[in-house]
């Protein structure tokens, strides 16, 4: 890869990409109940969770989504987990089967040096005692941005910040080896989102 020059474009604030996947999100939807779980059934103490279906191209992606959306869950204490799906008074599902990465920002010669990713689900939340689907969310998503080379990382950002890498390692690391790690680090991120996505769109009913 030639060297990087300065990006032609910047890519949006992440914040307001996430802003705008939940306000997708809320258009889709029927239901209204109250925020932090509040708009759960209130007999509802324990939750199952079922392995979302992997419609992605990547192997292995929802075993992590799994844990994702699991410590999601247990974080908010709303809901207790459970491993027998016959304890439980909700069960959720859904698939997880969407991955798409698009280059938002080039250099001089017109080379990408900065990607986004986006997951998708949809999930559902089933009452095991009424057998009811209570729930349903179509289209839920998460994006995240990185870069490809050492010109286009901002060391200062909080998600780097996050990193086990410091500022003067980039510069030392081949670019495919920095492309590489970015692009994992943000892989985390989204299916950290897309489990808070998640939660949020049950806990609140949208």
């Not at 996947?21 to 809320?26: E, G, K, R, S, Y």
């Not at 698939?95 to 559902?124: G, R």
């Not at 030392?172 to 970015?182: C, E, G, I, V, Y």
Request: aromatic content about 8%.
């Amino acid at each position: 890869m030639k060297n990087a020059g300065i990006p032609k474009h910047r890519v949006p604030d992440i914040g307001i990409l996430h802003i705008i996947a939940l306000a997708a999100t809320l258009a889709g939807c029927g239901y209204h109940f109250g925020a932090e779980g509040s708009g759960l059934p209130a007999q509802a103490k324990t939750v199952y969770v079922e392995k979302f279906t992997n419609r992605s191209r990547y192997t292995g992606l929802d075993d992590q989504f799994d844990l994702c959306l699991k410590d999601e869950i247990a974080r908010h204490k709303r809901l207790q987990l459970v491993d027998d799906r016959a304890q439980a008074d909700l069960i959720l599902s859904g698939d997880f089967f969407y991955i798409k990465t698009l280059a938002v920002a080039t250099n001089s010669v017109s080379e990408p040096i900065e990607y986004t990713q986006t997951l998708n689900a949809d999930a559902e939340l089933t009452d095991q005692h009424t057998k009811q689907v209570i729930w349903r969310s179509t289209g839920i998503s998460a994006t995240d941005t990185y870069a490809t080379v050492a010109s286009a990382v901002v060391t200062t950002s909080p998600e780097f910040l996050q990193q086990n890498l410091r500022s003067q390692d980039i510069a030392n690391l081949p670019d495919m080896q920095l492309a590489k790690t970015q692009a994992n680090f943000s892989q985390e991120q989204t299916l950290q989102s897309l489990a808070q996505n998640v939660y949020v769109s049950m806990s609140e009913g949208f």
